[in-house]
């Protein structure tokens, strides 16, 4: 079946502008993770959600970033006043249950880069 | 708080020769580790993953790992790599058996690079 889709595969954009960028997971994943991977290292937890509801934002880096999942299904990262650090590639993963066994299947990831 | 180290930043091997990342862990609670692999312009990959019971651990495309607890290891090898193994290889850790937990937490990652 589909894996998990990200769009836009690239966004470029100025510091200052609003961006929003979209998570497909695979039907009937219940949880949903976001991550961030700057140039050069793993990638870092951003938010965590199980359902509809967001069950730690704990990695979230400041109140410029949000992120929903109205219907439990298609999530999208929402970020105020871009900084050039925000620079990055966008990794979003769902697995089929939030266990640690249930393996988390990782999509291309959104390329942001922040002029 | 949980931590991962991978040793080697690069780690360049002629083609058909044996490879060994490595990776170290630091924890104060049992955890599930797993190794990723990130091939140019592709997402990232499950390659194996530690759970529980054998310590050896056999993935896809011919990776293992064997867990060592008392040394916090977890040390990723192939006894002969193909031009196709390039990629990025990460080690990873998740703690088991708390919902606001299942948080991947990964290392810097290590780049495999084969020679002809």
């Known amino acids: 079946g589909a894996g998990v889709s990200q769009t836009p595969s690239n966004k470029v954009t100025e510091k200052g502008k609003y961006v929003e960028l979209r998570c497909d997971p695979i039907?009937?994943?219940?949880?949903l993770y976001w991550y961030r991977q700057s140039l050069g290292q793993g990638p870092e937890f951003l938010i965590y959600?199980?359902?509809?509801?967001?069950?730690?934002d704990s990695g979230l880096p400041n109140d410029r970033f949000f992120a929903v999942r109205p219907e439990g299904s298609v999530s999208t990262l929402k970020i105020q006043r871009t900084e050039r650090g925000d620079s990055a590639v966008y990794l979003c993963?769902?697995?089929?249950?939030?266990?640690?066994?249930?393996?988390?299947?990782f999509g291309p990831g959104t390329r942001l880069t922040v002029l | 708080a949980q931590s991962v180290t991978q040793l080697d930043s690069q780690v360049p091997v002629f083609e058909e020769a044996p490879v060994e990342l490595r990776c170290n862990y630091s924890?104060?609670?049992?955890?599930?580790l797993f190794w990723y692999v990130q091939y140019p312009n592709q997402g990232l990959q499950l390659l194996l993953k530690?759970?529980?019971?054998?310590?050896l651990v056999k993935g896809i495309n011919g990776f293992e790992a064997e867990f060592n607890k008392s040394q916090t290891s977890f040390h990723l090898r192939k006894p002969s790599v193909h031009i196709s193994d390039t990629a990025e290889y990460f080690c990873?850790?998740?703690?088991?058996?708390?919902?606001?937990?299942?948080?991947?937490?990964f290392g810097s990652g290590t780049r495999l690079s084969i020679r002809p």
């Open positions: 959600f199980q359902g509809t509801g967001a069950a730690d």
């Open positions: 990873a850790v998740t703690i088991p058996g708390y919902s606001s937990a299942s948080k991947i937490i």
């Open positions: 993963a769902s697995s089929l249950q939030d266990r640690g066994i249930d393996t988390q299947y």
């Open positions: 924890s104060s609670v049992s955890v599930y």
């Open positions: 039907s009937g994943h219940t949880a």
């Open positions: 530690y759970l529980s019971g054998s310590t």
